[in-house]
């Protein structure tokens, strides 16, 4: 064995392919720490420390570029290891190595934009300011690292961000990439339509941003290396990965540590349905209904372009009708501007409030079940008296129930985190209030609701 020469060959496969010992770890991974020990041949009270098996494996990997498999049985033996033939194929076969690879994304200068298709193909109603906002807080080199659209379905957090993509300033990133959990969609025209992925966990993630950011990587690495890979990239140059739908991904709570550690320079925009403000260094945007003179202008826009001239025409007080009942979920408009023009306006709005026809009932297990399934008793409940108290102080919900303040303002705050309920008013004198669709959703048949099979 001989550990000094080992460290040395070490130093320089690394100095030569310009890795700082940080990155070199993060790629094996271990700590950087015992980079520095295995190219200094540390020893303390007669202990030697050398890398293990694997890793040894795993730094032939690595380097594969700058060795042939002589010199890498050669480098191992100073350790002590020998190489079986298996292992020598398996790691110099045709694959490029880890480290060329990751050099190799770094080289090649492209953007994604045109690759996404984010080119806006309509026009959004009352999201000026938030699209502003959240423009300022991408294009600031400095925090917030991670950004998030929080709201209820069908609210407009997709299109926003879409909006807000594609007009950020060209050279602010070096790439962007675009992640969508979704599990089904809900298409006003043709109602629930299943989005063609099931479960989307990390690998899956991995395998989407290396599909965009770095084609020439394998997706048949492990989770971890391809997590390594991606680390190396995101911290190397500014990207933007955009996650839309972030409360399908499986076990998304774990996601945000992972996030915080591939962020800076790197940013992410998140899209969720769930309120992310309980997490620490999130920056969050929640994303409200449109209000009414937003909602008729959508309307007569929307009933303009589709040709709907009854709609278009209509006077005032009839689409100030479709606002009470519908609110400013731009989705749940969509609908309706959709179903007017096969059936009159009133049955249309009935049809909302005794939750009737296909597209209706798919409307609402689009927007509430995934919501309304995981929520205890007593969040139930609380949510079935929002009605009676909209705009309520805690105060006012609490003299409405039966149940405790603990347990109220345990629900209450799950309501929030599901973004089924918005707080407004200052600090001292919050004020609890819920979407129009839900109160007109809560009103009618939600005791004959039949959720998805
Ligand atoms: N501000 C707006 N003005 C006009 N139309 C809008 C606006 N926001 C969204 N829309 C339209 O409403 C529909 C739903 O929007 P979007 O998909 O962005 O909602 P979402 O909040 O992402 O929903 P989900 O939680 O289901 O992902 C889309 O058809 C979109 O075109
Ligand atoms: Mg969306």
Known sequence: MNLEQFGQRLRNLRKCQGFTQTELARLV????????????????????????????LRLIDIFADQLNPNEAQEWVSLLGYK????????????????????????????????RLHLTPTQQLFGVQNAQTELQHVLETTESPWIVTI??????????????????????????????SAKQEEFLPGRGLQPADQSSFDLDTLADVLLQQLATQVSLAYSTAEKIAILTDLLKKRPYLIVIDNLETVVDYETFLPLLNELAKPTKFLL???????????????????????DTLDLLRHEARVR????????????????????????????????????LPL????????????????????????????????????????????QGGTFAQLTS??????????????????????????????????????????LLTEIAQWQPPP
């Open 346 to 389: 009133s049955q249309v709005l009935d049809n909302l409030k005794v939750a009737r026809g296909k597209k209706t009932t798919d409307l609402y297990n689009y927007i509430y079940w995934q919501a309304w399934r995981t929520l205890k008793p007593v969040s139930r409940e609380l949510l079935l008296l929002m009605p009676l108290a």
């Open 307 to 342: 040709g709907l001239t009854a709609l278009a025409e209509a006077p005032e007080s009839a689409l100030v009708d479709i606002y009470q009942i519908v609110g400013g979920n731009p989705l749940a408009l969509k609908l309706v501007i959709g179903q007017t023009g096969v």
């Open 29 to 56: 991974p271990v700590s950087p720490e015992l980079i520095s020990i295995w190219e200094r041949a540390y020893q303390h009270r007669g202990r030697q420390w050398k890398p293990d098996r694997p890793s040894t």
């Open 150 to 179: 929080h709201g209820i379905g069908g609210i407009g957090k997709t299109s926003l961000a879409r909006a807000t993509v594609h007009d950020l300033t060209a050279d602010r990133f070096y790439d962007i990439a675009w992640a």
């Open 83 to 114: 190489l079986g033939q298996t292992e020598l194929q398996q790691i110099f076969s045709d694959q490029p190595a880890l480290a060329s690879l990751v050099s190799g994304v770094l080289a090649a200068s492209q953007t994604n934009l045109k």
């Open 271 to 293: 899209t969720s349905r769930h309120n992310l403000q309980a997490y620490s260094n999130v920056f969050c945007l929640g994303l409200q209904e449109l209000n009414q003179g």
């Open 400 to 441: 409405l129930s039966r149940h405790n303040l603990d347990a109220l303002s345990q629900a209450l705050e799950h309501l929030i985190a599901l973004s089924l309920v918005e707080v407004s008013g200052d600090i001292d004198q919050p004020r609890y209030r819920i979407h129009r669709l839900t109160e007109t959703f």
